[in-house]
């Protein structure tokens, strides 16, 4: 398997997405904006078809208009703070509207569907230093703002009085999702991105430990469950975004229900 130059840029840049999903993925689910994360991975499909149509590479193109949405996100939680799911409507149906025009009008002539289930047939060694690029500085930038990050994570108002720049470091952050999902694209496809920066994550919050050993065990999990949804979508020859949003699931499930034994048996023993 791994004798396949495709293979061994799908394990490299899905080894990459196993760390960085997560990392990105427990600031979103622990401050409630999980659906954020969906809401761009949705609106990346606006890049790709702008992508394909200006023949650029379709990371790139998706990571600027992730980003952009991004940023439109930040600003309207200024005007809709008690209707934040309006924004999300917004912004959905604002680049869902872009690509669906673009894409039923023939404008871009490949195949979608690539970019929507993900296929490891198609990374190449372009696409592999596109995502070397972005990891490297969304790592970077995570590393440097890592205290300010977990602050407003957890109290932004007292983060705000303590005078950290939140509304920048929001703008920042939004930013990193979009570097986070435009990475994914091309192995776990837009559609089910989500499940790679949140399931990782809620099955780690099972275990009920503290903040940096609950990210551990998300990128543990989450190499788990790329690698498995790679190796298992190479011999049934399916898309790996869906298997490895269902070793996701699976993984989660096995989790609660191991925890649920687990509590069972000391409350038996007492």
Known sequence: MLHYSFMQNAFVVASLLAILCP???????????????????????????????????????????????????????EHFKRYAELILVIVLSLSVGIAITIISAGAAHTNVEVFLFGSILTVSRT?????LTLSAISLTTVAFLYHQLVFITFDEEGAKIAGIRTKLINYVFSILVAATISVAIRIVGLLVISSLISLPVATSLQLDKGFRSTLLFSIFFSFIDIIFGLIISYWINAAPGGITALVSVFLLITILIFKKLHSTIITATK
């Open 23 to 77: 990392l990105i993925g427990i600031f979103l689910v622990l401050r409630r904006y999980s659906m954020i994360g969906d809401t761009l991975s949705h609106a990346s499909l606006a890049g790709v078809a702008i992508g394909l149509v200006t023949n650029t590479n379709p990371l790139i193109s998706s990571f600027l208009a992730t980003s952009f949405f991004g940023i439109i996100i930040e600003i309207l939680r």
């Open 127 to 131: 696409d592999l230093y596109a995502v």
